[in-house]
C-alpha cells in the first residue's frame, strides 16, 4: 500500500444512500466493508464524518450560529455511531472519539489514546468536527490529519475529482490529475474549505479526491492508483 495511515473524510450524504437526509444502513455497511478492504491490506484508518444528512447551516437567518455549529456538531455523532454500528455488525474494531465530551456514548477526543487505537488495529472515527463552532468538518479533518500524523487526506466524495469548474453544470470542465493547494486557494475551487486547505498545505498534508461510489475505489486510492485528484504542495 502507498498509504500506512489514512485520514478518511466522509460527508454525511454518503451515509445516506439515495435519500436525502437521514441514514441509509445498506450505504453504512457497503461504506464500512469497502474500509475493511484497506485495513485488511495494512493501512491505519481514521475517519471524520460530516453531518450534512441531518443538518446543514442554520434553519434561519436570525439563528445564533454557534447554536447552529452544536447541532451541526450532534449531526456528526450521529453518523459517528451509526458507522462504529456497521463495523461492530461486520465484526471489526473500532471506536468514536469526539471533541465535545459525550462520555456515556463516546469517548472524549485524546491524540494519543487515538494514535494508540490505530497502532493497536482498531479504526478510530472522530465526531463534532473540532468541537469548536465556525470550523467546518472539512477543517476538523485537516486538524485530526496533522495530529495523528495521517500520511494522506482521502475526500470521499461523490465526483471523480477536482475539476475547473462544476462538471456537474459544466459540460467543459476539466479535471485535474495533480493540482496544488495554492491552484486551489487562487481559483476558488472549493475542494476543502480555504482554512482546511491552508492547514493542509502548512503542514504538508496531500488531499486525494475521489468519488467513493464506485466499489473498490478506496483499496485503489489506497494503492495510489490514478482515479481522482490529488493535491500537494509541488506538481
Known amino acids: 500500500m502507498k498509504y500506512k495511515r489514512i485520514l478518511l473524510k466522509l460527508s454525511g450524504e454518503t451515509l445516506s444512500g439515495n435519500d436525502d437526509k437521514g441514514i441509509d444502513f445498506d450505504s453504512v455497511l457497503n461504506i464500512c466493508r469497502e474500509i475493511d478492504e484497506c485495513k485488511k491490506l495494512g493501512c491505519e484508518i481514521a475517519i ?51 471533541g465535545i465530551e459525550m462520555r456515556q456514548i463516546a469517548e472524549f477526543y485524546i491524540r494519543n489514546r487515538a494514535i494508540r487505537h490505530l497502532e493497536k488495529d482498531r479504526i478510530v472515527i472522530f465526531g463534532c468536527g473540532t468541537g469548536s463552532p465556525f470550523f467546518s468538518t472539512d477543517t476538523a479533518a485537516a486538524l485530526r490529519a496533522a495530529e495523528i500524523n495521517a500520511d494522506i487526506i482521502f475526500k470521499a466524495t461523490n465526483v471523480d475529482g477536482v475539476y475547473t469548474k462544476d462538471p456537474k453544470k459544466d459540460k467543459n470542465a476539466t479535471k485535474f490529475k495533480e493540482i496544488t493547494y495554492i491552484d486551489v486557494l487562487n481559483n476558488h475551487l472549493n475542494v476543502m474549505d480555504s482554512t482546511a486547505t491552508s492547514l493542509c498545505m502548512d503542514n504538508e498534508i496531500p488531499i486525494y479526491v475521489f468519488d467513493v461510489n464506485k466499489k473498490g475505489n478506496l483499496v485503489k486510492a489506497a494503492k495510489g492508483e490514478n482515479i481522482g485528484t490529488i493535491i500537494k504542495k509541488e506538481l
Open 48 to 98: 471524520v464524518v460530516g453531518g450534512g444528512n441531518f443538518w446543514r447551516g442554520r434553519a434561519n437567518l436570525h439563528m445564533d450560529r454557534c447554536t447552529a455549529d452544536h447541532i451541526g456538531m450532534l449531526a456528526t455523532t450521529m453518523n459517528a455511531l451509526a458507522l462504529q454500528d456497521g463495523f461492530k455488525q461486520l465484526g471489526i474494531e473500532s471506536r468514536v472519539q469526539t
